[in-house]
């Protein structure tokens, strides 16, 4: 598997090389990793497309962060380590939350943005909260709840789920989760310019199509997907119609003029 270091760090990613003249970055979401990609890189023939697995998740070393704005850096700090100028970012649920930081901060580095399950604001409920932080104490067993998935997921995607969830410490999700539950850029969407594709599980809970309706209404020029049939995890569960969708909008950026 390939590595990287990171000012000291040893980072995983999974990566597929294309022809494209951009690279593609895919950021997880809380207590994720890169695996989550596997599906929807495999067929997004010709694009070079690189999954992370953030500190402390999956096959990284390191810790967790503990805000957005930590994880942004650690994105550029990861791209400066891999000699990556612009990119385009694709992030999930809390990657998303990432990418739209990155945008803000750093718009000279970001071709574009891929918003998936995601927000401006990402607020978590408390009891939610309250019970990632009984297990991440070590107070209650750690266990997994569906709350990501569609009540009509296949038996096998949430096992699927279950396995990848299984890889990342209590811990390092619940800080996550505090990281989402702190992160509100509602009233900078403006500011971002980039070429955008929004994109949202039509049954999705946590971050509901308003969510995506809101960030299509603040970010000019930018594109909105709804996926049938999914919800918070297209990913995993409808990787073809999200790959599907991802392809099309990133042939058109690729084929639309350069500005002058």
């Not at 700090?77 to 803000?104: P, Q």
């Not at 999700?173 to 989402?180: I, K, P």
Request: glycine share 12%; proline share 6%; net charge neutral.
């Amino acid at each position: 598997m390939p590595e990287a270091s990171v000012k000291g760090t040893q980072i995983h990613f999974l990566e597929k090389k294309g022809t494209s003249s951009f690279l593609v970055l895919f950021i997880h979401g809380s207590g994720g990793n890169a695996f989550a990609w596997e599906k929807v890189m495999d067929g997004l023939d010709g694009f070079h497309v690189i999954a992370i697995d953030l500190p402390g998740h999956g096959q990284s070393k390191g810790e967790g962060k503990r805000t957005i704005p930590e994880y942004t850096e650690f994105i550029r700090d990861f791209c400066d380590a891999r000699g990556i100028g612009e990119v385009v970012l694709g992030g999930h649920s809390l990657g998303g939350g990432i990418v739209l930081d990155f945008a803000l901060r750093f718009p000279g580095r970001l071709k574009a943005a891929l918003l998936m399950g995601t927000g401006a604001r990402l607020k978590v409920v408390p009891a939610a909260l309250d019970l990632l932080k009984k297990m991440a104490e070590g107070e209650i067993p750690p266990k997994f709840e569906p709350w990501a998935f569609s009540e009509k997921a296949a038996p096998e995607v949430l096992a699927e789920g279950e396995r990848e969830w299984a890889k990342t410490s209590s811990k390092v999700r619940y800080y996550d989760m505090m990281a989402c539950d702190h992160f509100d850029v509602m009233g900078e969407l403006g500011k971002i310019k980039c070429p955008s594709l929004i994109v949202c599980g039509r049954e999705d809970r946590l971050t509901p199509v308003k969510y995506s309706e809101f960030l299509r209404s603040k970010i000019a020029g930018s594109r909105m997907e709804i996926i049938e049939g999914a919800a918070h995890m297209p990913m995993l569960e409808t990787p073809g119609a999200l790959r599907s969708v991802l392809a099309n909008f990133l042939k058109a950026f690729s084929e639309a003029p350069t500005p002058e």
